[in-house]
């Protein structure tokens, strides 16, 4: 089945920071979301973002689907953002039915 | 109002009882899934369920029984528990099938003692 890796597994920021989150997947997609697991365990979808690029507020996201990575902006980091952030992808040829592979996620801390 | 919900949001259990989880989505949506999040948060889809019509089934124990009693819910009953079954249970679902985004309720932490 498609492989997805999420890049750091671990991140440390201090309040205000940038970062930059990874998701490389092995097989071409035609669904790809980034979901935010906030620290009382609720999925929030960030972004449904098969390709391209979009924006919301603080956080982006681009796509290349051609080269099988997406990736994930964070500006100005607040301790709010604290969390676990997955990748999932939904391959483009599958045997029946869909689903959402998810990466291992990347665990963010936001520190003051 | 809450999109996708779940109930109840907390089961704690012994081995071998059996146990259901219930979601509801007010979406209108057609497709609904279970997803399982073992201890170190790995996500992995169970079933998923396309009007009423069971679509995919993971590989995963036959001890485990969805129910779709219409396209607004789907339940997860659980037979004969054991400690591995231990994990959050989330509920999600979408517009269409392939393609479309999902959306997840807030999850169900079951503990098995």
């Known amino acids: 089945g498609i492989q997805v890796e999420q890049s750091p597994p671990d991140l440390i920021l201090q309040e205000g920071a940038n970062s930059t989150l990874r998701c490389n997947f092995s097989d071409s997609v035609n669904n790809l979301q980034w979901f935010h697991q906030n620290p009382w365990g609720q999925l929030i979808n960030l972004f449904y973002i098969p390709s391209g690029t979009k924006q919301n507020g603080r956080l982006s996201a681009t796509t290349v689907a051609t080269e099988r990575y997406s990736l994930l902006y964070i500006s100005s980091s607040q301790t709010t953002d604290s969390g676990v952030y997955f990748c999932a992808v939904e391959p483009l040829i599958t045997g029946g039915g869909n689903k959402l592979t998810f990466g291992t996620g990347t665990q963010l801390k936001v520190e003051l | 109002d809450t999109a996708v919900s779940q109930t109840p949001k907390y089961l704690v259990t012994q081995m071998g009882n059996d146990k259901s989880i219930k979601c509801e989505q007010n979406l209108g949506h057609d497709t609904m899934y279970w997803y399982k999040q073992d201890s170190k948060k790995f996500l992995k889809i169970m079933f998923s369920?396309?009007?009423?019509?069971?679509?995919i089934n993971e590989t995963v124990p036959n001890r485990f029984s969805p129910k779709s009693p219409d396209k607004a819910h789907l339940n997860l009953h659980i037979n004969s528990l054991e400690l591995g079954d231990s994990a959050v249970y989330f509920c999600a679902s979408s517009q269409g099938g392939r393609g479309y985004e999902q959306y997840f309720g807030p999850g169900t932490r079951l503990t098995v003692t």
């Open positions: 369920y396309n009007n009423k019509e069971l679509i």
